[in-house]
């Protein structure tokens, strides 16, 4: 029998790391506060084990401290022994020292994550051995989902049914840590103040639509937005399904080499980047080109991938950098649909979408989708973005979070633009928003060299 065999029948447990960490709590009431974010009824594998810890979590979380009295009395008006100094008395008597607690509970995390791989391999073979299942690929995504999901930890695969007193106990602790300081109140940056203050930074597990015409700025925004966070050291992972990287790395160069013509050095424009250098030029490149090269963005630039593909890699690339931080994707209707569909584009649209949101969830960051609109716009008077102008393109604005358009008067009305000074000026228009408020913001694009900056009115 191979050890994969042998951990769906031995499972792997540890019973006096549990007996230890409930004496511990039960003759050191304070130290349950060490406890109670990372272990959960689940990881008890003795079932009076569990139910002692369940009261422990019960007592604490209606009175903010237990006692020895309290679990007892617990025991005996529940029914679960007539005689609760039997199961009580061991568990005091097993204690060792306060130290153990730490590395006792190291080995309880240790042994459900253990439980947690065979589980998922018991699916695994029994899924690929069922004949029914024919299609490789979907039975590879099912897998991977599967084996990710069993590496993360036990406060990521938690208990799906949470009670109201758990879920409001962890949001006071996140206000008391804000009150404090401890705890950032807002979301990911992208480090443009106005686009910030409507959304208090992008949050995790959040799905974030970028939408509007060609030619508006789109990936020029997302990856102005990509440098500023990685700017932070945190990773961005950037999907472009239209661009290769050098096209991509070009840009970036561009956009750096603004600030460098902003502050009063040799100017380099784009058609010069392309095209020959003087050695004054080529230096200022040079020092941008060694201010990017630590920046943590990190590129797949594959064309016709798929969401299950697009899936994977993010998963992989989560595992190996667990503080990843954004995800950015360009764009959606160049995402290769699954085969064999029978169903309408938009549905299967829609579909693609929702599952998206769903991998922001699962991998806790916030993903970036950029989007085309529809050609309706260019049919009416005024070309402002709308919500209509997504839904040919499936249950766009259902599944968003946020719904962001792009719109440039310049574009449409140049000559206008021109007598009334709105050249380069770009609205960014917040049309949706799950967790803040909707409206307009101003941002003014230098087209030239792919950067946005913030409009300061006097």
């Not at 959304?199 to 799905?207: A, E, I, Q, V, W």
Request: hydrophobic share 40%.
């Amino acid at each position: 029998m191979n050890s994969i065999e042998q951990l769906s029948y031995d499972v792997p447990m540890d019973l006096s790391a549990e007996r230890q960490i409930l004496g511990i709590l039960i003759k050191h009431p304070t130290q349950v506060d060490r406890v109670i974010d990372r272990l959960r009824p689940a990881h008890f594998i003795d079932s009076a084990h569990r139910r002692i810890y369940e009261i422990i979590l019960d007592i604490y979380n209606k009175q903010g401290r237990i006692s020895y009295t309290q679990i007892y009395n617990r025991l005996r008006t529940d029914s679960i022994t007539d005689a609760p100094a039997e199961l009580l008395i061991p568990l005091t008597e097993s204690f060792v020292a306060l130290s153990e607690l730490d590395p006792s509970v190291e080995i309880l995390l240790h042994k459900e994550g253990v439980r947690r791989i065979a589980q998922a391999c018991d699916t695994i073979k029994a899924m690929v051995l069922d004949p029914k299942n024919e299609d490789l690929e979907e039975v590879q995504a099912k897998a991977q989902e599967l084996m990710f999901a069993a590496s993360q930890s036990i406060d990521a695969a938690g208990d799906e049914v949470k009670n109201l007193l758990e879920v409001l106990n962890k949001c006071y602790i996140n206000l008391l840590k804000r009150k404090e300081g401890i705890l950032d109140a807002y979301g990911l940056s992208v480090r443009y103040p106005s686009i910030d203050g409507m959304t208090t930074g992008f949050k995790k597990k959040d799905l974030i639509i970028l939408a509007a015409r060609p030619s508006m700025g789109k990936t020029a925004l997302v990856l102005n937005m990509a440098a500023n966070v990685a700017k932070r050291n945190i990773p961005v992972l950037l999907f472009s399904l239209e661009m290769d990287d050098e096209q991509l790395g070009d840009r970036i160069v561009l956009s750096e080499l603004f600030a460098h013509k902003e502050g009063g050095e040799q100017a380099v424009t784009s058609v010069e980047y392309q095209t020959k250098l003087s050695d004054e030029q080529f230096l200022v490149t040079q020092k941008v080109f060694n201010e990017l090269y630590h920046l943590p963005i990190s590129i797949v630039d594959k064309r016709g991938l798929t969401v299950a593909e697009m899936r994977a890699k993010a998963r992989k690339f989560k595992s190996e950098h667990p503080d990843l931080g954004l995800i950015v994707i360009d764009y959606l209707q160049l995402i290769k649909p699954p085969n064999n569909t029978n169903r309408s584009w938009t549905l299967v649209v829609g579909e693609m979408v929702r599952e998206l949101r769903d991998l922001a969830g699962e991998l806790d960051v916030p993903i970036i989708l950029l989007s085309q609109l529809n050609r309706s716009v260019e049919s009416r008077d005024n070309k402002r973005p709308m919500m209509s102008d997504l839904r040919d393109s499936g249950n766009i604005e259902e599944f968003a979070d946020v719904i962001i358009f792009l719109y440039r008067e310049d574009y449409y009305y140049p000559d206008k633009a021109k007598a009334e000074g709105t050249e380069g000026l770009v609205e960014i228009i917040f049309a949706k928003q799950r967790k803040g408020s909707t409206g307009t913001v101003q941002l003014r694009f230098i087209k030239e060299y792919t950067r946005f900056i913030e409009e300061y009115t006097k």
